[in-house]
């Protein structure tokens, strides 16, 4: 297959050699834009062996991207050699390619021109992380302070890793996880959360999403079509079992915990809790609640799905164990570095009851043959160290340092507001007096001095009272500075007449 002109070159001009003079006239070939001539260049500048592929690339990539547009006559290839100062069978080669896969097309006499079969948009990346555009201050709950990072304990350890880590260590892991990283997590679980954990029943995942999605596979092997949640908790609970086929049965709350006699009610078999520090309400599970919890798991052999996301953070006393640690064949403990380390990491752990594990495993290892070995490496070697609870300490420091910023700042800008929750975790509820309300008129104020907030009606299925303002209020990512101000700024809204 030829173009338009497209004999076969001999002699200097064969075997990919440059042609050693430029074009004489200052013309281009073809009429062919300027701009897509020198998107060639740096093809022609190739290396000799690789020069007809470098050609073919930057011509697709010139079509996909729009720069030679559909209809486009492309110069002969002789004048377009002459141009790129290569041989013509140079180009001749990457027309009848790309006339091959369809970006060109030709005729005998005709000449070449882009296809208009391609619909190709110039590929490029889109970040869709959460971000907050326009908001001075983001006071929604969820993200430790991410400065804290220890990059210099981190950097440590991988090098470190890095260097005496076995070659065969990178190949395909097991998918439980390292056995280094499951001993290190165990020590470090059954110390700091009195879990049971035994290192042949844990399970490395890419955090609490994941452990939450694998158990929710696997109860709906097992027949389970819905699961108990708390009301009010996390949203994000329901639309993980959701994903595997289950449905989230909301599930409300007293003063203790979670009611007992709805949760028999409702039939269901399995139910997430966040016992050491109830997100979002902050409470703690009394003795007796979590008593309760596990008679009803064993009277319906059920299981018991622990979310312990913060319970390493506790301000006025010693944090209260995990309810694993009573009870290992009903609850499935689930963990991850999000808030003490930083979620990017994507590292955590499940551990669960006997009868589960292997069908766990069997899924974790279809699903993605497990967790990076060398961040795991270097997570198990940063435990082993030291530098795991050194890292703790000093988030707890900085962490209760904010909480209590953030008291004080409530205290003097907005009189009445009552923080509710235990001394502990990343988030606090507010509650502000009927006089700051209605709180949708609230919010809209916040929201037009750049402040975002997070209303607990969000968080389940409970309405705040005729005129009650209840948030959920995040402070662990923010300075004391930046909490004092974004308090202050709160408080200045509400006198900002053109949002009345």
């Not at 110390?191 to 694998?214: F, H, K, N, W, Y």
């Not at 390493?312 to 209260?320: I, S």
């Not at 009650?468 to 209020?473: D, E, G, Q, Y």
Request: charged share 25%.
């Amino acid at each position: 297959m030829t173009s338009s002109g497209t004999n076969s070159a001999s002699g200097p001009q064969a075997a990919g050699a440059r042609v050693t003079g430029p074009r004489t006239d200052g013309t281009r070939a073809g009429g062919f834009g300027s701009a897509a001539w020198e998107l060639l260049l740096p093809a022609a500048d190739a290396p000799v062996r690789r020069r007809g592929r470098a050609l073919q690339s930057a011509l697709r990539e010139a079509v996909r991207s729009g720069r030679l547009a559909p209809g486009t006559r492309l110069p002969s290839s002789r004048a377009l050699a002459t141009d790129l100062r290569v041989s013509r069978g140079l180009v001749t080669e990457a027309y009848e390619q790309l006339t091959a896969e369809g970006y060109l097309r030709s005729g005998r006499g005709a000449g070449t021109w882009v296809s208009g079969a391609v619909r190709a948009p110039a590929p490029g990346a889109r970040d869709l992380a959460p971000r907050a555009p326009g908001v001075r201050v983001d006071f929604r709950p969820g993200t430790p302070d991410l400065s804290l990072f220890p990059r210099g304990a981190w950097a440590a350890a991988h090098r470190s890793v890095l260097g005496r880590l076995p070659h065969d260590a990178l190949g395909y892991p097991d998918p439980r996880g390292l056995p280094a990283l499951r001993d290190a997590l165990a020590a470090l679980l059954s110390r700091r959360r009195g879990v049971v954990a035994d290192p042949e029943r844990l399970v490395v995942c890419s955090g609490v999403a994941q452990a939450t999605t694998l158990l929710g596979f696997v109860l709906h092997g097992r027949g389970a079509r819905s699961v108990g949640v708390e009301d009010p908790g996390s949203p994000e609970h329901a639309d993980l079992f959701a994903s595997a086929g289950i449905t989230a049965v909301g599930l409300p709350l007293d003063d203790e915990g979670l009611a007992v006699e709805p949760l028999v009610r409702s039939g269901v078999r399995a139910v997430v809790t966040t016992p050491a520090h109830q997100f979002p309400t902050g409470i703690a599970y009394s003795a007796q609640r979590r008593g309760r919890l596990l008679e009803w798991a064993r009277e319906v052999d059920g299981l018991i799905v622990e979310d312990d996301y913060d319970g390493d953070f506790r301000y006025d006393r010693a944090a209260v164990g995990a309810l694993q640690g009573l009870d290992p064949e009903h609850v499935a403990y689930t963990g991850s570095v999000s808030k003490s380390l930083a979620p990017g990491l994507r590292l955590g752990w499940l551990l669960a009851p006997a009868a589960m594990t292997e069908e766990i495993v069997a899924r974790k290892r279809t699903m993605d043959l497990g967790n990076p070995s060398l961040d795991q490496a270097v997570l198990a070697d940063f435990i082993v160290r030291g530098g795991y609870d050194r890292q703790l300490r000093r988030c707890q420091r900085a962490y209760r340092e904010r909480r209590d910023a953030l008291t004080s700042a409530l205290a003097e800008h907005f009189p009445g507001a009552e923080v509710s929750g235990i001394a502990a975790g990343l988030h606090v509820i507010v509650d502000l007096p009927e006089r700051y309300g209605p709180e949708p008129l609230f919010l809209a104020r916040a929201s037009g001095a750049g402040i975002a907030l997070r209303p607990l009606s969000t968080c389940g299925t409970a309405a705040p009272g005729q005129g009650a303002v209840r948030l959920v209020v995040g402070y662990a990512h923010l300075s004391p500075q930046e909490i004092g101000t974004g308090v202050r700024l709160l408080a200045d809204s509400r006198r900002r007449r053109e949002f009345i």
